[in-house]
């Protein structure tokens, strides 16, 4: 324990850890409830006024105390425990605590290392590039304080320290690329803080509440993974059928009773695709299979509205075989499916009677008005983005005239509900769609943040039919789901992308470009930064040719590299602060030892005029040279002058030097 | 964090003949500090949370942090390698005063060298931060209890700049010693020393030969004798004694002080050297082994205490 441990903290350095955790708690605000904010507010500024006046610090009780309201204020707040909200919450309100209790150089560690933690917590809520460097600055800082608290004496230029960390930062990079890319990425979560019952895992749930959701949080876990026996389907043929949702009020949709019915026999247009799934854990009962199942699994069966469904809820990782066709005629309608098809909510407005009639005018058929309605999506102003606005009791109203920004729920349930409006019988169906394709495992793999909703429709000619709307908004969403960019209009939060046949001028056209810049620079984070995952792991090695590194040998490729970085990043570092001898004195020591040769030897204490001197005495022929040559030295070492001629002179001189 | 190897296994740069030593990259150790530890536990911690989110970003954060761990490791070391260190003086004390050791610290490299911190066993610390090309002296002090050569020992040369998360160390013997007198006794020597003093009283301001000693100037003291130089230094008048071979030469002799413990009677003779000095009186030392003719001085005074010093420590 050092002496240093226990001293004061000196006043530059407690201002600049409260202005560090101040900035790093910040982004922290915009999603905390206003009074965590304000409590760790009233903390930091009653740390600024003892600084002014120490007698406000609170002693010891009145901490405690302190710490106790900040417990109380968490626990009226965020009524669930254990959650990672919560976590947060109290982290902030003890953080603010913490500035009261600084007061030596050892507590200038530990508020150190709160805030890095602080910042890596900001990843859990925003993942965007700016904060990226809004965390890289800020650690810099941080650091920037653990240097300047190392010196003996502060080293009085705030500056300097902040390059020198950020140098610092900079030579950490390669060791950081390395261990991020060969970190062996495991496909599950070792423990969820958010969902300590199964069931609570995000993904598909048996309903869906239309504009309650304000955000969808994009999670990267893995539903299941699927090995196709022959030819895989086209990425946008992979919609993976889910629960069928049949009864509304207009604002929550739900499955309701199961159908009565038997599957109908299909008249299948295609040829059977095999595949075989794994399905992580759900807690469900119902099982994923490809869009239109033909055999499902043993211990399942298909219900009418070919949803497949098992016993029991789904409590460990299940494989399973089924196959499917990708085109189908269902044929015929049952009277049971036609009533339920075309049951309406009480919530229907009269703008809405007015667009479906309207759409029913122009069509010749029931095809032409489901036309019509995708037509409309697409030419009007829809937005597709991930974080839509929150919608009030009549959310379909307002989401079609008003709003008009949603993702694939509200897309799909809207628009099962204006062609039951229109007369056409019609369903929403919840599963996912795409999937990533892993070349090393030979397998697609399907994520949580696949999940979506489309809706099927009974037209006479073909029986019920699949009909995406998202697809007419948002084609982007089907196309390039299998590249895990789903979470690419997360990227433009606030800017959602617009999918509209408008016209744009010059000016629009470039705005375009430059958002299509932007999508792309962000396609890639998303893919390689974000998107990192264990398949995009196998399939980075593969390319890298390194098809061995798997799992144990991931790891200690890992080291290997690492090691290998840090021996190199070790020989720069050292070569550059080597012991230099410089030039001029070099140059010297080479006269002296031309003189040591003729019996002249320079004593260690001796400096460059009393052995000067010496040698005049002693060889009084080359006075005239050794005193050039001295005058020269002593200018050029003493006088702060490196001037280049200077020494080149001197250089030329000591070599033409003959004694 | 501090632990002791057994010295067989330690590597220690040792001092070349001209007092001066360098550090060597391999004579260099590294562990992380206490902060060093908890720093480690952060990482663990954010990687079990980046593991179970599954958050590449906070991969980053934690790979970054990590990284730097790293380089502050070559950081810390590179602070401390080829450092040089000469020895400096050290004056003599008296045992029971502090022995301080002079070192001077040589950066012969551009960068600076924040940090740098010698210590000898667990006695307090000197810390200071070079610039690059800069030279500096750090005093090392160090208790004394007995008479004798006081080795200055193992210098342990650290640093634990950037980051105060690790601290290398390097053991240097350098070959620095410092001349510990005996303590002066505070009983002083008989007055009247045996020996060979031929009058205890002498026969002052009547002879003529010999310089013995000063005394305030009285009226009709010969100009002559008036002691100028204490004139010019404000000393007050003085005159200078001048005696026969009579004169009072004080003899400080081992024999003196019968039944006298070694060391006690060492003291004992130191205390008599320190007062004859005051009076600046002339004195001899009698010790076994070691006849000083008497004189006066600061040179005599040193040889005469290092005399005592060193009694029965060489040949």
């Known amino acids: 324990m050092r002496v240093q441990d226990r001293e004061p903290l000196s006043r530059s350095l407690l201002s600049a850890l409260i202005i560090l955790l101040v900035a790093a708690a910040v982004p922290h605000f915009f999603h905390l409830h206003l009074w965590i904010t304000l409590f760790f507010l009233a903390s930091v500024a009653l740390r600024v006024a003892s600084m002014v006046r120490p007698e406000l610090l609170p002693g010891k009780l009145l901490l405690f105390l302190l710490a106790v309201a900040g417990l109380v204020n968490v626990t009226l707040n965020y009524p669930v425990l254990f959650s990672g909200e919560t976590a947060i919450a109290l982290m902030t309100s003890m953080v603010g605590l913490k500035l009261l209790e600084i007061n030596t150089r050892r507590d200038l560690f530990i508020v150190v290392f709160i805030g890095y933690f602080l910042l890596a917590t900001q990843f859990l809520f925003n993942q965007d590039m700016w904060m990226v460097g809004y965390v890289i600055l800020l650690t810099a800082a941080l650091t920037g304080v653990l240097l300047e608290n190392s010196r003996h004496r502060p080293s009085g230029n ?22 991020f890319v060969f970190f062996p990425r495991l496909s599950g979560p070792i423990w969820s803080l958010d969902s300590p019952d199964i069931s609570g895992i995000t993904g598909l749930g048996d309903s869906i509440t239309m504009g309650s959701i304000s955000g969808l949080v994009l999670s990267p876990a893995v539903a299941f993974r699927v090995e196709f026996s022959g030819p895989k389907p086209a990425p946008p043929k992979r919609y993976w059928r889910g629960p069928i949702l049949w009864d509304t009020d207009g604002r929550n949709w739900t499955r309701g009773k199961p159908l009565t019915n038997e599957p109908l026999v299909m ?12 399905l992580e854990p759900s807690g469900r009962r119902w099982v994923m299979v490809l869009d239109l199942p033909k055999a499902v699994p043993e211990q399942a069966k298909v219900l009418g509205d070919f949803q497949v469904i098992r016993q029991k809820p789904i409590y460990d990782r299940i494989r399973y075989q089924a196959s499917s066709w990708l085109f189908y005629n269902t044929g015929k309608i049952t009277p049971e499916e036609l009533k339920r098809g075309l049951q309406l909510p009480g919530n229907i407005t009269q703008r809405m009677r007015h667009l479906v009639e309207e759409w029913k005018s122009v069509a010749a058929n029931d095809l032409d008005v489901v036309n019509q309605a995708l037509r409309h999506f697409r030419n009007e102003e829809f937005y597709y983005t991930l974080r839509p606005p929150l919608l009030s009791s009549n959310p379909v109203d307002q989401f079609m005239f008003e709003s008009r920004r949603g993702f694939c729920e509200h897309f799909a349930t809207s628009f099962t509900l204006l062609m039951r409006l229109a007369g056409i019988p019609s369903r929403v169906v919840t599963g996912y769609q795409g999937g990533e394709y892993n070349p090393l495992g030979d397998h697609l793999v399907v994520r949580q943040s696949d999940a979506h909703a489309w809706s099927e429709v009974w037209l006479p000619e073909a029986g019920w039919v699949r009909v995406d709307p998202t697809a007419a908004v948002a084609p982007e969403r089907i196309e390039r789901s299998f590249e895990f960019d789903t979470g690419l209009a997360d990227g433009l939060l606030g800017a959602p992308i617009r999918f509209g046949n408008v016209h744009l001028g010059m000016v629009g056209n470039m705005l375009k470009q430059l958002r299509w810049g932007v999508d792309a620079v962000n396609a890639s984070w998303h893919r390689w930064v974000l998107g990192y995952t264990e398949e995009r792991q196998s399939r980075l090695m593969h390319m890298l040719g390194l098809d061995f590194l798997q799992g144990r040998r991931l790891g200690l490729a890992m080291v290997v590299f690492a090691a290998i970085t840090v021996l190199l990043l070790g020989v720069a570092i050292w070569y550059k602060g080597r012991n230099r001898i410089d030039a001029v004195y070099a140059d010297y020591l080479r006269f002296c030892s031309k003189l040591k040769h003729r019996g002249i030897t320079r004593r260690d204490t001796e400096g460059p005029l009393d052995y000067l001197k010496r040698i005049c005495r002693q060889r009084p022929d080359i006075k005239h040279g050794a005193t050039q040559i001295t005058q020269l030295y002593i200018k050029l070492r003493y006088s ?9 002179s001197f250089h030329s001189m000591v070599r033409r030097f003959r004694p | 964090m501090k632990i002791k190897p057994p010295d067989r296994i330690i590597r220690i740069s ?24 908890i720093f480690a536990l952060l990482l663990l911690l954010l990687l079990i949370g980046s593991i179970n989110y599954a ?5 980053f954060l934690t790979f970054l942090l990590a990284g730097l761990g790293i380089v502050a490791t070559l950081h810390t070391w590179r602070n401390l390698v080829d450092l040089e260190l000469t020895i400096g003086n050290s004056d003599p004390v008296f045992a029971g005063q502090p022995a301080s050791f002079t ?34 002296s750090l005093r090392l002090q160090r208790n004394t209890s007995k008479r004798g050569v006081l080795p200055l020992g193992r210098v342990t040369v650290s640093s634990h700049y950037p980051l105060g998360l690790l601290r290398a160390w390097s053991y240097v013997e350098m070959d620095a010693t410092c001349l510990v ?27 003529v030969d010999d310089f013995v000693g000063i005394r305030p100037y009285r009226p009709g003291d010969s100009p002559k004798h008036i002691h100028w130089k204490a004139l010019a230094n404000e000393r007050g008048l003085q005159t200078k004694q001048f005696g026969g071979d ?5 003899w400080l002799d081992w024999d003196s002080m019968p039944g006298v413990e070694r060391e006690d009677r060492l003291s004992r003779i130191c205390r008599g050297i320190l007062d004859a000095c005051d009076r600046e009186q002339e004195f001899g030392l009698n010790i076994p082994g070691t006849e000083l003719n008497p004189s006066r001085g600061q040179n005599h005074r040193h040889r005469c205490l290092a005399a005592l010093a060193n009694f029965g420590e060489t040949a």
């Open chain 1, 158 to 179: 705030p500056i300097k320290t902040y390059w020198k960390s950020l140098a610092l930062l900079l030579q950490a990079l390669p060791v950081m690329l390395v261990l």
């Open chain 1, 267 to 278: 008249k299948p247009n295609s040829p059977v695709i095999d595949y075989f799934i794994t």
């Open chain 1, 640 to 648: 702060h002058s490196s001037g280049k001629n200077d020494q080149r």
């Open chain 2, 14 to 37: 040792h001092s070349d003949p001209q007092g001066r030593a360098r550090i060597r990259p391999r004579h260099i150790y590294i562990l992380p500090t206490r902060y060093g530890v």
């Open chain 2, 55 to 59: 958050n590449n970003l906070a991969f």
């Open chain 2, 103 to 136: 070192l001077h610290l040589n950066n012969s490299r551009d960068g600076e060298r924040p940090s740098i911190q010698l210590q000898i066993d667990n006695l307090p610390a000197a810390t200071t931060d070079l610039a690059g090309r800069s030279r500096d």
């Open chain 2, 181 to 207: 007198y005996p303590k002066p006794s505070t009983t002083r020597p008989p007055a009247t020393m045996q020996g060979y003093d031929r009058s205890s009283s002498g026969d002052k301001g009547v002879g």
């Open chain 2, 246 to 250: 009579r004169a009072d030469r004080l």
